[in-house]
Nanobody
Framework: VQLQASGGGSVQAGDSLRLSCVVT????????IAWFRQAPGKEREFVAA?????????IYADSVKGRFTISRDNAKSTAYLQMNSLKPEDTAVYFC????????????????RGQGTQVTVSS
């Protein structure tokens, strides 16, 4: 299983971005997908996750709840992270990760990890 994240960029505070994570490989749609982020000098942190079944099984970090939405399109084997009302503290490298079926907040629970995409939010 391989993951390819994209969609990062440089925006102003209050703007929106949508990140994409394409999952390829065997039974790709059976995997829960999560987004994590890591800012310079800080530890990696959980952002959001979605189970294999989709919108009915999502979890969010408190810091992004109400601003970010995770979704997936299994026909395209792609998960999305819609980020609205971005703040400078959202600046980080964002990573997507996959594990079988159920979402988790724990990075080590994910068997597969993609490369990161940079998100920079200026004030």
């Amino acid at each position: 299983v391989q993951l390819q994240a994209s969609g990062g960029g440089s925006v102003q505070a209050g703007d929106s971005l949508r990140l994409s994570c394409v999952v390829t490989g065997r039974a790709a749609n059976n995997y829960a997908i999560a987004w994590f982020r890591q800012a310079p000098g800080k530890e990696r942190e959980f952002v959001a996750a979605i189970g294999w079944s989709g919108a009915g099984n999502t979890i969010y970090a408190d810091s992004v709840k109400g601003r970010f939405t995770i979704s997936r399109d299994n026909a395209k084997s792609t998960a999305y992270l819609q980020m609205n009302s971005l703040k400078p503290e959202d600046t980080a490298v964002y990573f997507c990760a996959a594990r079988a079926f159920l979402p988790s907040r724990d990075w080590v629970a994910y068997n597969y990890r993609g490369q990161g995409t940079q998100v920079t939010v200026s004030s």
